[in-house]
């Protein structure tokens, strides 16, 4: 099954882009670049973040801008997803182990995430009369309630901005990490990688798309979302809760998600990237990771759901290995100096991610279709598209994204109670953790 053309998401490549790791540690004073030693350290993460919004980017435009640049040996929007995923598996449980309070740590998330998104869903909605809504979002109440929660991906909802549909399993991810961590069990994260990309496996043997299927699904994961995470906030149940909700987003992550073994690859993509950072703390092996990537490798060569040309075995490969290398280099890269520039588009790259789609529909609708254009005027346009796209993401980080995360830190600062008891576990990391808020 693939998502309803756009112009900047043809039918045959329905994961073109994934989010930037809403996770990325700010690195200065007001989240840019600043001075002290968690700089190197946490530099390269925001610099692999700024690589795959550029795959992400490129996804998108060079189709309809410079259709002959495009790449057809490897995915550039899988090869993003991937990469922002191991970024957010390797740093999320970081940063809920440095709160060791679940309370501090959904308060921060809530923060770092819901004001762009809502921003950018009431833009694309007031800007409808000209560029109208895609088709695969509902004109009903579960639209509002899918995206309520950013399950929309989970319960077969389409996002009013196409590339929202990867925030699903961000969202799936961080409900699993809290459960398992009130749990105990969040450790045995080279288990659970293998674990899911087992799953991916034989999901994609038996299931072709959502088993349960209709806008109910939406309503009710929104009804178990607010109640449970309320309860996680507010120190209600918080164990009993937080495995409701680790329950039900492992419910729907197989049996209402549009692509059930793509969504489950990527769950355990972002659980090998914890492995990873257990490794690094010699808290385990690589050996897990390997398994891994051999299974999510091996997960859609025989999947019922598999006809786009991004999961033949070639390509399919090429990019998990492309993806891999990558976060090999960064980690490789970690404590030496990297461009600014690629660390700044880190920095921004939740905003590039949110508001270069539309942007990029805005722009095609004023300049029409572009793929039979020169070559020249082609250049001409796709730099100027870019340095809107560019510019709008600077503006959304500092005017939108910074004051969203001041503000969770205040709110944070009044609500959240001490962590013995109140908050939530106490947990050591058997390594160096972020200074900062990883948010």
Do not use: N
């Not at 998104?117 to 695969?136: D, F, K, Q, S």
């Not at 398992?180 to 299931?207: D, E, Q």
Request: charged fraction near 10%.
């Amino acid at each position: 099954m693939s998502a309803a053309a756009t112009p900047f998401m043809p039918s045959d490549s329905r994961p073109s882009g994934g989010p930037p790791s809403p996770a990325s540690p700010q690195t200065g004073p007001g989240g840019g670049p600043g001075g002290g030693p968690g700089v190197a350290r946490l530099a390269w993460l925001d610099a692999l973040r700024g690589v795959g919004a550029l795959a992400v980017v490129a996804e998108h435009l060079l189709p309809w801008f410079l259709p002959g640049l495009r790449p057809y040996w490897f995915s550039l929007g899988v090869y993003g997803i991937l990469v922002f995923f191991l970024v957010s598996g390797y740093i999320i449980p970081t940063s809920l182990e440095r709160h060791g309070d679940v309370r501090a740590f959904w308060i921060s998330r809530v923060f770092r995430l819901y004001p762009l998104y809502l921003a950018v869903i009431a833009l694309v909605l007031a800007l409808a009369w000209w560029v109208p809504v895609r088709e695969g979002v509902p004109r009903d109440g579960s639209a509002v309630a899918a995206h309520a929660t950013m399950l929309l991906d989970v319960v077969s909802v389409g996002g009013v901005a196409d590339t929202m549909w990867t925030l699903s399993y961000e969202m799936v991810f961080y409900l699993m990490v809290t459960a398992l961590f009130l749990l105990g069990t969040h450790r045995r994260s080279g288990l659970l990688a293998m674990a899911f990309a087992g799953g991916s496996v034989v999901v994609g043997l038996v299931a072709s798309g959502a088993v349960l299927r209709g806008g109910w699904t939406a309503y009710l994961t929104c009804a178990l979302f607010a109640a449970g995470l309320g309860c996680v906030v507010w120190g209600r149940a918080r164990t009993a809760a937080a495995c409701v909700l680790g329950v039900m987003a492992l419910a729907a992550l197989v049996l209402s998600s549009r692509v059930p073994w793509l969504g489950v690859a990527v769950v355990a993509v972002m659980f090998a990237g914890t492995a990873i950072r257990r490794w690094e703390q010699g808290a385990g092996g690589l050996w897990p990771v390997a398994v891994t990537a051999a299974l999510v490798a091996a997960a859609p060569l025989w999947a019922i759901e598999g006809g786009w040309w991004w999961v033949r075995a070639d390509v399919w490969v090429t990019t998990i290995a492309l993806a891999g290398a990558t976060f090999a280099g960064g980690m490789a890269l970690r404590g030496r100096r990297l461009p600014r520039a690629v660390v700044w588009l880190g920095l921004v790259s939740y905003s590039l991610y949110l508001v270069h789609h539309p942007l990029l529909k805005y722009f095609t609708a004023i300049t029409g279709d572009l793929r039979r254009a020169k070559p020249a005027y082609q250049v001409a346009m796709s730099a100027l598209a870019l340095a809107v796209v560019l510019g709008a993401s600077a503006l959304a980080y500092r005017y939108v994204e910074l004051p969203g995360q001041a503000w969770g830190r205040r709110v944070s600062a009044r609500v959240a109670g001490p962590r013995s008891g109140g908050g939530g576990l106490q947990s050591g990391t058997g390594g160096t953790a972020p200074r900062r808020d990883p948010g």
